[in-house]
């Protein structure tokens, strides 16, 4: 008990305040999902009536993992926003647990505490990701925090004398989290170089011990890519042509893949300058200003962007050989180069960075107390203050009800209905999947990779005869379907609930294929999609 109390009670505290802050999102502006969001949330009430999904819907490239963690705490505390939004706090703890853990083994104790202060209290629009329950993105940096600390411990001396069981357990972590979000290709590049660098003994048995337990952690993706041949591979190959998986298999057999490839080639190469001036920015904006509230901070936002930054190149610049002490800067130099060669220019994509820009700051902060102990104070002070005024900024943004919209439907006996993609998935989830929605009121924005996804929405509500449709409630919106329904000698009621628009009682059935409306009047915006 004395030990924890003088070892582990910091670290612990740190952890405590980090999911307060946390929960004060939660318990405000996050109070409410977004269609995202809501596909997982729904995927783990199907898990709790018996389903066993092994993707997130029409994502055949991530594991379900959420949908699972999400059905246990609806199983224990009910099914509601908060539960499921609460399913990524044992991922925060694991992230910051084993990152500060790392941290410490690498440059000491003051570090690995300096370390979880900054990850308790981040920048927010990583903070709305580590507690985002849309999948991929909390399990990436969790997984990712465990494989990096089993990494660099792995490869301690004396790991000649056990290299086939370290090797096992690396690999099926690997697996598995391969197999959970393909977000986590950085980490591995990074831990499994620290891994088989650290020794020349036994390496080529290492390296094949790794990737047959790999194969064996990512089972269910294997499998899958059997029974379906590559469609895994497909899905992500087909996402630089913007096209769907059908058609890249198309022309794939009637291109073949060596014309494929330099289509592929040749389209990426004209995209180059752009991605690479998305990924730049977008390295920037992961720690100022992509998120709506940080925009009052203007030029501050960005020179706390350049504190989080220049560690980060500075650590990056002063490497000179391969060694088990430079994990963080592979996981950099790697993440960079998974997002400018995947062609994956958002800042959320982007979010592997975020350990390695933590610790690095952390590790110059202690270092600079040594000589200027107020500077390396009130830089940290200073960092602190804008993140956290960045979350409480959040904390006043407020998002659409689905509730209200739910609960006006229910009292109204609408039980099946159209909308957009972003309306239809929140909908449901609020009400239980009392009531249903087919989200295909907004034809002209369903993604060509999208095409046929969760038919079984639509196929329930296409044989109903009473159905209603819901629209955003702006002017424009109102007169297009208005008059989309005037030409067709349509009578209807409507009603608003902003921000939305219902209509219903309609004189005949309608589908939305006769309504062909502008994806406008489907949209609803959401200040905390990225």
Not at 132 to 158: C, K, M, N, Q, W
């Amino acid at each position: 008990m004395k030990n924890f109390a003088g070892r582990g009670l910091p670290l612990f505290l740190i952890i405590l305040a980090a999911l307060a802050l946390r929960m004060v999102l939660l318990l405000t502006c996050l109070d409410t999902v977004n269609a995202d969001q809501a596909v997982t949330g729904l995927m783990g009430m199907h898990v709790l009536k018996g389903s066993f999904p092994n993707f997130i819907w029409e994502y055949n490239y991530a594991g379900a993992l959420i949908a699972y963690l999400a059905a246990i705490n609806f199983k224990l505390f009910g099914v509601s926003i908060l539960s499921f939004k609460l399913s990524t706090f044992p991922l925060l703890v694991i992230n910051i647990f084993f990152t500060c853990k790392l941290a410490a083994r690498l440059y000491g104790r003051a570090s690995g505490l300096t370390t979880g202060l900054l990850l308790a209290v981040s920048p927010v629009f990583v903070t709305l990701f580590e507690i985002d329950p849309r999948g991929s993105y909390p399990e990436t940096l969790a997984l990712g925090a465990v494989l990096l600390y089993l990494a660099y411990i792995f490869s301690e001396e004396g790991c000649e004398t056990d290299w086939k069981g370290r090797s096992a357990v690396l690999g099926l972590l690997s697996g598995f989290a391969f197999w959970v979000s393909p977000l986590i290709i950085p980490y591995l590049a990074a831990s499994w170089l620290v891994f088989l660098g650290a020794s020349r003994a036994s390496r080529t048995g290492r390296l094949l011990l790794l990737a047959g337990f790999c194969v064996l952690g990512c089972a269910p993706l294997v499998i899958y890519n059997i029974r379906h041949p590559f469609a895994t591979f497909l899905s992500l190959g087909s996402r630089p042509f913007d096209a769907s998986r059908v058609d890249l298999m198309e022309g794939l057999i009637s291109a073949g893949p060596w014309k494929m490839s330099l289509k592929y080639i040749s389209h990426y190469l004209r995209g180059f300058p752009s991605a690479a001036v998305n990924v730049f920015t977008g390295i920037f904006s992961i720690f100022s200003l992509a998120n709506p509230p940080a925009e009052r901070f203007g030029a501050l936002g960005y020179a706390v962007g350049a504190v989080y930054l220049a560690p980060l190149c500075y650590f990056t610049a002063k490497t000179r050989k391969l060694n088990r002490s430079e994990i963080l800067v592979y996981l950099a130099g790697s993440s960079v180069l998974f997002a400018l060669f995947g062609s994956l220019g958002y800042p959320r994509y982007l979010l592997p960075l975020w350990p390695a820009a933590a610790v690095l700051l952390a590790v110059s902060l202690v270092r600079m107390r040594e000589t200027s102990r107020a500077l390396a104070v009130s830089i940290l002070l200073s960092v602190l203050s804008v993140n956290l005024g960045g979350t409480f900024l959040c904390a006043g943004i407020k998002s659409p009800s689905y509730e209200k919209l739910a609960a006006y439907l229910s009292a109204n006996d609408l039980r099946w209905g159209y909308a957009g993609y972003w309306t239809a998935y929140p909908l449901m989830f609020v009400s239980g999947e009392k009531i249903i929605v087919s989200p295909t009121l907004d034809l002209r924005t369903v993604h060509p990779r999208s095409k046929g996804a969760y038919p079984f929405y639509t196929d329930a509500v296409d044989v109903r005869e009473k159905v209603f449709y819901i629209t955003n409630d702006d002017g424009a919106s109102v007169a297009v379907f208005e008059e989309k329904a005037a030409k067709l000698k349509l009578g209807f009621k409507k009603a608003p609930v902003p921000p939305f628009m219902v209509y219903y009682s309609f004189s005949r059935r309608i589908y939305p294929a006769d309504l062909d409306l502008p994806a406008s009047a489907a949209v609803i915006g959401d200040p905390f999609f990225y």
